[in-house]
Nanobody, 115 residues
C-alpha cells in the first residue's frame, strides 16, 4: 500500500515557475515508474512526465524543455519543476506510482496560470 500526497500548486503568472512535490508514504525504490498527470476542466487526464528507476524520463510534447521531473529516493519524493508556465498549463496535477501489483494516485494539486 502506498499513499501519495502532492503539494506545491498555486496561482502563478504566465512565465513564472512552480515546483510540485509528490511525497510517498514509504520507499519509492520499487515504485517504477512514477509520473505526473494533469487534468484541465472539461478535458481528459493526460500524462505530463514520467521517470523510471533507471533515470530515464519522458515528457509530453507540450511541456518538453519547460518541465523537469526528478526523484529523491532518500526523501521518498518525486518533483515536477515547471518553468515558463503558460495559461494552458492550468489544471489539476496528479502523481501516479506504479508497482507490480497496481497503480496508486494522489489526490491532486491545483495549478492556475494567469495571463
Amino acid at each position: 500500500q502506498v499513499q501519495l500526497v502532492e503539494s506545491g500548486g498555486g496561482l502563478v503568472q504566465a512565465g513564472g515557475s512552480l515546483r510540485l512535490s509528490c511525497a510517498a508514504s514509504r520507499s519509492i525504490a520499487d515504485i517504477n515508474p512514477m509520473a505526473w498527470y494533469r487534468q484541465a476542466p472539461g478535458k481528459q487526464r493526460e500524462s505530463v512526465a514520467t521517470i523510471y528507476k533507471s533515470g530515464f524520463t519522458n515528457y509530453a510534447d507540450s511541456v518538453k524543455g519547460r518541465f523537469t521531473i526528478s526523484r529523491d529516493v532518500a526523501k521518498n519524493t518525486v518533483y515536477l519543476q515547471m518553468d515558463s508556465l503558460k495559461p494552458e498549463d492550468t489544471a489539476d496535477y496528479y502523481c501516479k506510482g506504479t508497482t507490480i501489483w497496481r497503480d496508486y494516485w494522489g489526490q491532486g494539486t491545483q495549478v492556475t496560470v494567469s495571463s
